[in-house]
């Protein structure tokens, strides 16, 4: 079941910082429960702008994933109810999630892909005591934990997780085949901290290369022209590529018309936001792909993963990626804390704060692997990646050859500096 309110055309980001104008209230009383109420999940994912394709992986997924779990019963004897809003910028964003707990009463809110929105939204919703999982969005400033020790939210892996992968398979497989790098990523404080780590990790591994580059753009913009024409002209070996909304397969084609692929090794840190529209023809072979956290062809799949990558190719003609797993993963986590408090209740209905508690330190069966939420609330999961080969029978790139990596590989631990960690890790060889 599901039911969508408020949902407006408004572009992801703008105006990030309103946010701190709309004020924390406090907890919210959660009503009596009677055994046959539904669980109502808000679910809070983009549906336009830039980000609308990573947002609508999610919620199919949450879709999916309530009617499998409703198919068998729901949680603890409730059916799950969807209820969907967007996500949009901070200040609205927030809006719309104080609407869900206050007027909806949703028992539990995820959803949210931006840490732009999901970082201010946080301490408010932590106040209002609303259980809340993100499935993209943390509560890191750059790359500091602003929030240690929530009771109540719940975030994604470290941002940095698929930058330390990037970095990691790029050495391995492309080293002593550059020597000049450049850069190109959205300006704004992730795709600057990524580029600052593969850097440092070219250091660490003693590879002397040359920044020959270096192009930063807007969130907005989707005419390449002009980067491409710099980046060719800087003559680089290798481009570490940090875009990943709409703009990444229409930089990939400008790239790919100009010559540039024939001459550099690309590094895509966040191919697997746009990879069902990476096609083949603007997508080399031998680039490196990232795949966060979901590849949909890996080895061995989970068999909800077959089941799921087949519903979706079939019903949307398309590829999922990662973001359905994070959806898939919150669901589950919070299907596992219920189940949990509940046993340790004798089956009488858990409070919020004892959901909360379960969910730390659960380990659940995710797409991508096994996934887990840590007691800092930060989630661990299981990152892919590789180099892109043609050999398939799809319209896009799969993996020559499948990198896999466990977050608690590519992510500082609870409480750690970032380039402190990133200095001193001892990292698979």
Same mark, same amino acid.
């Given at each position: 079941?599901?039911?969508? !309110?408020?949902?407006?055309r !408004?572009?992801? &980001? ?16 959660? #009503?009596?429960?009677? +055994?046959?109420?539904? &669980?109502?999940?808000? @679910?809070?994912?983009? *549906? ?5 394709y ?15 779990? =409703? ?6 004897? !409730? /059916? ?10 901070? /200040?609205?964003?927030?809006? *719309? ?13 995820q ?9 201010p939204?946080?301490p ?20 500091k934990?602003?929030?240690?020790? #929530? ?5 994604s ?7 330390v ?9 492309? =080293?002593?085949?550059f020597? *000049?790098?450049?850069?190109i990523? #959205?300006d704004?404080?992730?795709?600057? =901290?990524v ?7 070219? /250091?660490?591994?003693? @590879? ?8 930063? $753009? $807007?969130?907005?913009? &989707?005419d ?14 290798l ?7 709409a ?12 010559? %540039? ?10 191919a ?5 529209? %990476? ?16 590849y ?13 990558v087949?519903?979706y ?11 359905c797993d *994070? ?5 589950? &986590?919070?299907?596992g ?25 659960? +380990?659940v069966?995710s ?11 930060v989630?661990? +999961? ?15 790139c799969?993996l020559?050859?499948?990198? /896999? ?7 500082? #631990?609870s409480?750690?500096?970032?380039w ?10």
């Amino acid at each position: 079941m599901m039911k969508k !309110r408020g949902i407006g055309r !408004r572009e992801l &980001l703008k105006g990030i910082g309103g946010a701190a104008a709309v004020a924390a209230i406090g907890p919210v009383a959660m #009503p009596a429960i009677a +055994e046959s109420a539904p &669980l109502k999940v808000g @679910i809070i994912a983009a *549906r336009a702008g830039t980000a609308a394709y990573i947002g609508a992986n999610g919620l199919r997924a949450a879709e999916w994933t309530a009617q499998k779990i =409703n198919a068998a019963g729901g949680i603890g004897g !409730r /059916k799950v109810e969807l209820v969907v809003e967007e996500e949009t910028n901070a /200040k609205e964003t927030l809006e *719309r999630a104080r609407r869900l707990v206050l007027q909806e009463k949703v028992d539990c809110i995820q959803g949210v892909y931006s840490t732009g929105v999901s970082l201010p939204m946080a301490p408010t919703l932590e106040d209002m005591q609303a259980l809340t999982i993100f499935w993209d969005g943390t509560t890191q400033d750059g790359v500091k934990e602003t929030m240690p020790s #929530p009771k109540y939210v719940f975030k994604s892996t470290d941002n940095e997780c698929e930058a330390v992968m990037a970095s990691l398979i790029a050495i391995k497989e492309f =080293n002593g085949q550059f020597k *000049r790098i450049a850069a190109i990523s #959205p300006d704004y404080s992730y795709g600057r =901290n990524v580029w600052t780590a593969f850097k440092a990790l070219n /250091k660490k591994f003693g @590879i002397d290369a040359e920044v020959v580059a270096e192009q930063w $753009s $807007s969130f907005t913009q &989707l005419d390449f022209t002009s980067n491409v024409a710099a980046l060719k002209a800087a003559k680089p070996d290798l481009i570490y590529c940090v875009l990943g909304n709409a703009d990444l397969p229409i930089f990939m084609r400008a790239a790919t018309s100009a010559g %540039l692929t024939e001459t550099a090794k690309f590094v895509l840190v966040q191919a697997g936001h746009q990879h069902g529209q %990476l096609k083949k023809p603007f997508t080399p072979q031998g680039t490196l792909l990232c795949y966060n956290t979901m590849y949909f062809a890996r080895p061995n799949p989970s068999a909800d993963q077959t089941e799921f990558v087949q519903y979706y190719m079939d019903k949307y003609k398309d590829y999922p990626h990662w973001e359905c797993d *994070r959806a898939y993963f919150s669901m589950m &986590l919070y299907k596992g804390g219920i189940e949990k408090a509940m046993k340790a209740k004798g089956g009488s209905w858990p409070s919020t704060e004892e959901i909360a508690a379960s969910m730390e330190g659960l +380990e659940v069966e995710s797409f991508g692997g096994p996934a887990s939420m840590r007691k800092d609330h930060v989630a661990q +999961e299981v990152f892919y990646g590789g180099l892109a080969t043609h050999d398939n029978n799809f319209d896009v790139c799969t993996l020559a050859k499948t990198y /896999k990596f466990d977050a608690s590989v590519l992510q500082k #631990p609870s409480g750690a500096d970032f380039w402190t960690w990133l200095d001193t890790a001892k990292f698979p060889a």
